[in-house]
């Protein structure tokens, strides 16, 4: 696929334009470097309205657009169980491909799209979207420079209102792939040993509230707060080091910086204790973005320039599967019980 040459804007097309595709294909129709050809779903009504909105020929049968147009990338916005299908459609037709994540329902899945894509030569991204949020980026670059010190703990919070449109997966693979990404791309580290539990609440058949204590091999603690049982959207990551803790929020865009004041105590009987106190806050300037166009942008570069995706199909992989690392772990614990005065 590298070999042949691209298109000065090249033709890109949405699979599944439902909650998340539909953005897709607002965001292809606004970019001056692309040409959005078409659009595909198998809800005939959803479709008519994003096409018509969005200036693009309308398939019910994405087969049937992969056939007739001429395509350089698609994004591949369907439910999760259909993304082994629907991709390796579109990777035997030769086209590059930008898949909603999680990148598979399953390890065994996930392994076969990468590997496909591999074998066929196209380029593979997977849409872990809060890589390009601003205050995620501003957030890794402050880490890096060491303003925060030594990294102590992670700790990321992702919970809100049930939705209706998730009836395939559960909040590891649907809510906390995002920050496990998101935790790999803070420590730069890989993960050491995990601890999880979960509970099945109002989702018929998967978990829908989970919470993951996770241990890096440089020392990191992290920690994942994911459910959709909670009436308040809530996206925020704490990074809590030696000079104090930052603060950012994946909605607002916000990043705070919580200063630690190192003192003695006032206690005449303390006086050997050195503690931490509230030291200044502040908050940082940042250019807001809306995520997902940035991610598109980053991806149409990526392919016309030949050059790496930050989040391919390997970070995809990874991702499902230390959330399915995750599940198996909650699963084992519900089977143990413990009551109080046992020692073991």
Request: proline fraction near 3%; charge should be negative; include cysteine.
């Amino acid at each position: 696929m590298d070999s042949q040459p691209m298109r000065s804007r090249p033709r890109v097309a949405v699979i599944g334009v439902g909650s998340m595709g539909r953005n897709h294909a607002r965001v292809y129709s606004e970019m001056d470097s692309v040409i959005l050809a078409a659009v595909a779903d198998s809800d005939e009504g959803v479709l008519r309205t994003v096409a018509a909105r969005c200036h693009a020929r309308p398939y019910t049968d994405y087969r049937e657009m992969l056939a007739r147009e001429s395509l350089d990338i698609v994004s591949v916005a369907v439910p999760t169980r259909l993304h082994r299908q629907v991709t390796e459609d579109v990777i035997s037709c030769g086209v590059n491909l930008l898949i909603e994540k999680p990148l598979a329902s399953s390890i065994a899945e996930g392994e076969q799209i990468v590997h496909l894509a591999n074998q066929k030569g196209v380029r593979l991204g997977v849409g872990h979207v809060e890589r390009f949020n601003p205050v995620v980026a501003a957030l890794k670059r402050r880490l890096e420079d060491a303003e925060l010190g030594r990294v102590f703990q992670i700790t990321i919070r992702r919970i809100g209102p049930f939705p209706e449109r998730v009836k395939d997966v559960g909040v590891f693979l649907d809510l906390a792939t995002h920050d496990i990404d998101v935790m790999y791309y803070l420590t730069g580290a890989e993960v050491q040993r995990v601890s999880a539990e979960s509970a099945q609440v109002l989702h018929v058949q998967h978990e829908d509230l989970a919470v993951a204590l996770l241990r890096f091999t440089n020392g990191v603690i992290g920690v994942l707060v994911e459910n959709w049982l909670s009436p308040v959207k809530v996206r925020d990551v704490i990074v809590n080091g030696e000079r104090g803790m930052f603060l950012a929020d994946f909605i607002t865009q916000d990043l705070y910086f919580y200063e630690n004041n190192y003192t003695a105590s006032g206690w005449e009987s303390l006086q050997v204790f050195r503690g931490m106190a509230e030291g200044n806050m502040i908050r940082y300037r940042l250019t807001r973005a809306e995520p997902l166009r940035l991610e598109l942008e980053a991806f149409v570069q990526a392919v016309v320039n030949r050059e790496p995706f930050p989040v391919s199909g390997e970070d995809g992989l990874r991702a499902i599967r230390l959330a399915q690392r995750l599940a198996d772990c909650a699963i084992e614990n519900s089977q143990g019980t413990w009551e109080e005065g046992e020692t073991s």
